[in-house]
Structure formats: C-alpha cells, structure tokens
C-alpha cells in the first residue's frame, strides 16, 4: 500500500520540480475555494451549492464525499453522516448558519438532519477547529451556509425537480426569495420520496443467512422527506436582523432482513409487495431550529450574534420482541407504545457571540458561547439514559499580516461544561429484579485549547503549517451506557471515570498556483493523548447483557497521519487554441493511517477508517455565450464529465470490522444551460456506477453484514429561476 | 535555490509519512470460526431437545490465534422472527402459518450462559453439557415448540462469530 503513497509523492515532486522551470508571472487566484484556502492557516476546503447539485448524492454526507479527506458513514440511500480523516460522530462539529447542529450524532444510524438543497455554500475544515467551535470541533467542522442575500428590490423564485433511478427517487425544492430595500425574506420548500434502493446483487449473505432480494432492492429502504425554511430580516447600512426557522422531517425504513446489523425473518411478501411502503423496522425523525441573528458593525469594529433553539425527535419502530429477561408479550401495564425500540428527544438553547476588531495590519477576534441541552429518551430499549448538559466557552484570536508574503494566525480558547445523567432502571425484571443501568452522575470538565499558524506566501508558493489543540467532553453514551446495543449484538458498558479526549494536530498545506495547473498538497500528523474507544472484550455478560459480548470504553493514546494530493490542470481560453472550451483534469489521492499506541488494542486503527483512494476527474465545459442577443432563447454552457475513483483494499480493521476489498467506481456527469425569454434554466444528468460494479465501502453502516453500495443510478435535474 | 529546499523538506515529509509504519506488530485481524461439520456435531437445523434431559453440544471452535469465550443462548421462537444463519429447507417458506399453537401455553423456556475457555487455545473441542430441566421454577411445565439455539464465540481480539439453529423441543412424555 506505502508505494501507492510514495508513487504519489514522488509524482508530486516531480511535478514541482518540473514547475520551476517555468518562468515567474505573477499569478492571481479567481476561485473563490483557492481564496479561502489561502486565507486561512488551516486547512480548508469549500463548494458551493451549485457543485451539490450537479453531484448530488443521496444525503449531503454523501454529495461532500467527493471532497479529498472527507468521507460518509452512510446508511440506506438517503442518510449519511460526514467523517473527516477518520474522524466521525461526535468528533466533527457541523455547524449551519452560525448554529452548531445537534442531533443524536452518537448513534451509527444516524444521519444529518439538513435538506442538501438548501445549501449555498458548505466549508470543510479539516484538524482541531475547537476554537472557535469549542468541544467536539477536535477532528473538523463541516461548516454550511444556507443563507444568501438577495438584490435590492427584487422578487425570485427558484425551481429544482430531481429524480435518481437507483431508488426511484422523486423530489422538488421550491424557494421564493425578495427584498424591498432593507427588509427580505428567503423561504425554501423541499420533499423528497424514494423507494427500496437498488444494489447489484440478488441476494446478500447476512451472517452467512442468504437473504434473496426481489431486483436487487433492499427490502424496506424506502422513505421521504420533507423539509421546509423560512428567513426574513431587516438589514441596514450599519446592522442585520435575521429570524430563521426550519424544520426537516423524514421517515424511512431500515432493511427489513437486518434491523440494524440483526438477521430478522421477516414476511418477504408482505415486503416485496410494494418498494414504496414504509414497514417496520423504520425510523421518523424531525429537526427543528430556530435561529435570531444579529450583526452591526462600523469602522471600528463588528459585533455578531446569534441566538438558537433546537428540537430533535428520534423515534425507531420494530414489532415488539423480546430480548433476554424481557417478557414474551409486551405486558399491558407497559406505558407507551410497544412499538417503539427507542426515542430520543433533545432541546437545546444556544447563544453565541463575536467581536472583530480590525487594525490596519492586525486583526483581533474575541467570542464566547453557552449551549445547554436536555436529553430525553423512551421506547422499549436502553442504550444512554437521560441527560442534561451545559457547555461554555470563551476565545481570543488574532490575525497577523506581516507583509506581502507573512502571515501569521493565533489563538486560546478556555471551555466549561458539565453533565447530568439521570438514574434509569429496566421496566422489567431480570431474575426478580428491575435492574439499575444508569445512575444518577454528574460531571464536570474544562479545558484550555489553542491553535497557532502561520502561511508564507512567494510567488506562486503558499505554504501553510498550523498547530492546533482540540478537546471533547465524553457524551452521556461514553459516561453512562449500559445496555445491549441489538444493532451489534453489544452490550456496551460506560465508564464514568474518563477524562476529556485530548487532540493535538500539525497541519501542513503546501500550494502551487501556474497559469497551466495547480498542484495542492495536505499533510498532516495528529496525536490523541486520551482518545475514547469502545473496546470489544472476549467475554459475555449474561445478567444485564442478556449473554452478549462485552464492550467497554477505554481511553487510549492514538496516532493518526495522513494528507491529501490533488494536481488540477485547466486549459481553457489563456490558450487560444481552447477558445470557448476549457478542459480540467483533477488527479487527486488521499491517503491515512491510525494507530492505537496504548490500551488492549494497541497496534490497532481506529474503527470507520477510510481506504487509500485516488482518483481521475476530466470535465470538458463549453462557453456557449453569443454576442447577438436572442430575446426568446439564448444558451449559456455545457459540460461533460468522467471521475474514475479508487478505493484500495483496507485491511486496517479493528474488532468487529471486516476487511474490505479494493474497488474502482466510474461516474458520468454533464450538463446544459440556457436562458429561456431572460430566465436561466439548467438541466443536469449524472451516471454514478456506470459499470454497475459490485464493491463494499468500508465506511458504510451496512458494511458489516455484506450490502454492497448502490448499483447504477441514473440522475437528473432541472432547475429553473424566474 | 529555495524551490529545492523546499522540495527536499517535502519529500522527507510525506516519506516520512509514508514510512513511518514499518515497525507495525502483527495484529489479529481474522474472525474464530464454528465448525458444525465435525462428526457428531449437535445441535443442529431441525435437532429436538426435550425437556428433563440433558443434551451435549459438540462443535468445534478455531481461531488462528487465541480464542476467548463461547456463550449459549435457547430462546423461544413463538413469535417468529429468526436469527437463523443455517439455511433450512421448509422452515423458511412456511413461516408465519407455522404458528405454533403450544407456544401459546406454559412458561416459555429461557437458557442464557457463557462458558471460559482455557487460555492459549486455537482450536478447542466444545463437548458442554446442559441439563435442561422438566418444569419450570413455578412448577409448571415449559411450552414446547420452536425455539432457537445461538452460539456466539469470541476471540482474545474480540472478534465474534455466531451461529444460529433452528431447534424443536418437545414435553417429556
């Protein structure tokens, strides 16, 4: 595998070799990603909302995949989860307009509540970032914008309708969007419905079980959603007000054959009869936030803030059956609905703050924040009792523009917070006794975090480093689980006991801008002092595992090293002989390793590790702009596109994980766009799998009972603005 | 001149990287496995059990480096949803109108244990009693019927394997 890594950077090298030979003229960014990058001393990638919708997987997890470096746990055709370099669940802060999103990110089949078509812009920062995102941000911040000014008196409206072959996909999302002089308003509808999903197989084997699937669907993956936002505000010549509320809602099943990682018999006519209906086991799960900003700023200085409530609704439905000392029927003294496996309901309240204060050369940034949540569960099973939790934390940061070519970025943040877990017991008896699985508890941490980089700039060089330090509060899972995880199979056991995961991470970025191509190279180095790890033992707890493995939470020392590669030719009009054409050529690879250094799994990697990849994007666009107007109909673009990816075998696994076999996916993408009597209207088709190729990716939630990824999907999209 | 420095610093970097784990020890990445095609092994897809007697499991568990536990689980399948990972032939297709009306009476029988293994094994012979008993604590007698037998076995790693059979038990007569 290490020759792939050392062909690629000798590849590298040579190419930057080659570079020097080319005569010096001064080189100026257009992209608007290539500014940003340059701008910040971490590392940082950014798209925007016109890249997710020519690339739109089934979740927006699953559209940012294509980014180097990051990667999705994805479960069924609709939901997904971001991981940058490895990292996941409550170790990537996703922030939406200002508010960090919370939801029940520590469950492995959870997705992203956020409706992808309603993002205008989506910042990926990979490395500790908990300084101005506090606990949580130590791995990355998916940081996405939905949120856009529109023109000065002005009225728009704005159509998108969608559909995908793989799963039968149907979905539209209508947005209206004005402003008078200084009041506006942004609304944005969007529904979704889809069937069983497609994969290229007739049956796959689940624990060695052969499950027959009628045309490869995955019998019960089928959902919708339907999503709505609403925005309106005021803003002046020195101030914003901004009130938004959204709701995201969506309701969908779970392979019926497998209910988490389960073998279920399950009636398969009853199932096949239809590839559209919801049947048990399926998930419904709604995301409310509400969010009042508030801006003003003069020559001095900007003042921002932003107020927020959030409410999460989890709710897992399976026909009751009993598991261990449960009884065989549910007893009607049981309060609630036997049906429900599990509930979660979160309500958080957030406020933050910023002040920057810019000097000519200097910039100072200063902030504070406080969340508080309670945590609320049900159903018929436990994994994490209830809880409440508060969080606070304050920063100093500042920006230091040398000269022309130095520049140097700083910051310490300190955190506060606390948790409190409440006592639950089984509402049944185990052996004549209604056993405690949760205490009450309570804990406190804090903690100093910092960050601290600089970027040189000389010509067509940029080079970055930056040291930073992020820290996590354990969650109530970690602290306080005791229960039998059915998904797994696990009885997973909390530790009250541990401390605050620690990270520690150099970051380097060197970039290399010619007027033929620019050459992109992120490297990186992490250490955990204390990473939390869910540890599978070889021993069985029969009294409150019901007789499953054991799974404890341990603390271990973790290093983790990797980068990204990505070389982007573009020839386009500076060469006359392209005239109206531009040819771009991408060769991109990631790379990554993580070791445990102490603790039973030590020589280890971590769990959800993402494989070596590389790949090969060309994408052919065509100005079609003509001088001469015509009124009625004037075409504007076309592109057509070809990405090959590959994914090299992982064999880096840890307990329970299989290794998974190498794979190369081919995808197609183009594109046409005109003006039809003055409004623009754009028209997308995508081929992902074109070969139909059956390959398992190792970061999928379905992974460990053998469901291939999806088989060939035919997308299209319309879009049209008036 | 600065463009080779910087080269050179580049190439040890990511060569760096690229090299760092040479020294790796050998972990165990491989699952342990059950063999149920020794002689004599039991239970199976389709076995009886009856209740007052005793029964002997006989299967063989491997590992390629060191196995950990077993654990046994008997469970009632009146309700019919299934773990089952051994194909077996009628059971399938009839499920749901194979409702076993015997299941509706009595207490349903419940086994749940977990056994050690000697330490250093890669291979070790399961030969475990279980002594099943004739009526339950209350006195009453077990509900006869279909029912599930699951083993599950770990390795030091904790990685875990199982299998599931499908198993009738009947009343002594």
Redesign the interface.
Known sequence: M?RY??AL??C??GL??FA?DVEHETVIVKDDAMKTRLEVSKTIESVDGDFLTKVAGGSLSASLEKIPGLSSINIGSAQGKPVIRGLGFNRVAVVEDNVKHESQQWGSDHGLEIDQYAVEKAEILKGPSSLEYGSDALGGVVRISTQKMPRKNTFGANFKLFSKSVNSLFGSSVAFEGRKDKFFFLSRITYQDFADYKVPTDHVLV????VPLKEGRLRNTAGREADFSISAGYIGKDKKLRLNVSQVNSYGGFFANAHGL????V?ENLHDKSSRDILDPKQKVNHLKTSLDFDKWNSFCAFSSTLAYQHNRREEFSPY??H??MP?NCPETFSGNPDTEYLYEKDVLSANFKMVFPFESFTLKTGSDIEFQNNEIGGRCFIIPEYQSVKAGAFLSSDYTLNESWRFQGGLRYDFGGIKTKEYRDWFASEGQYVLRAENLQRTFNDFTFSCGVIMR?GR?S?KLNLGKGFRMPIAKELASNGVNYHN?SYEVGSKDLKSEKSYQLD?E?DYVSRLFTVT?T?F?GWFSNYIFL????????FYG????I?NYTQCRVLR???EAEIKFVLDNRYSVFGKSKIEIILSGE?L?A?QLSGE????SLPFSPPETCGLETVYTRNLKKTSENKRYSPKEFFVGLSFKKAFRQ?E?V??E??TSGYSVLNFNGGFSFLFLGRSVEFNVGINNVFNAVYYNHTSYYRLINVPEQGRNLTISLLFNI | M???I??LL??V???S?????KD????D?Q?PEIDITIDGAFPLNGSELCFGEDFTIKMLLKDNQEL??????I??N??????????SDEH?HE??EHHHEEGEEGD?F?F???FSIPSGQREYLLNQKISIPEKSSDGDEFAAGDYHFMI?V???????S?K?MEIETKNKD
């Open positions: 290490y890594a050392l950077c000798f590298v090298n930057i070799v020097q624990y060695s079980y052969r389960e073998p279920r018999r009636n059956v009993s261990g000392y065989l000389k060089f080079t199979f380097g060197i190279l490297p180095a540890n599978p033992t070889p021993g069985f707890d029969r019901n007789g499953n493995q799974y090293f990797g980068g790379y390793k070791r799994k030590k020589g280890y064999e696994i307990p329970p299989n290794p | 600065k463009k080779i910087y080269t580049l190439s970097f990511l060569f990287f690229a090299s760092c784990n790796d020890e050998e972990v990445t699952k950990g536990s077993y654990s046994i689980e469970h009632s009146f309700d019919h949803h299934s773990h089952s990972t051994e194909e399938h499920e749901h349903a419940y749940s244990q977990d599950t770990t390795d030091k790693a904790g990685f875990s199982f599931a």
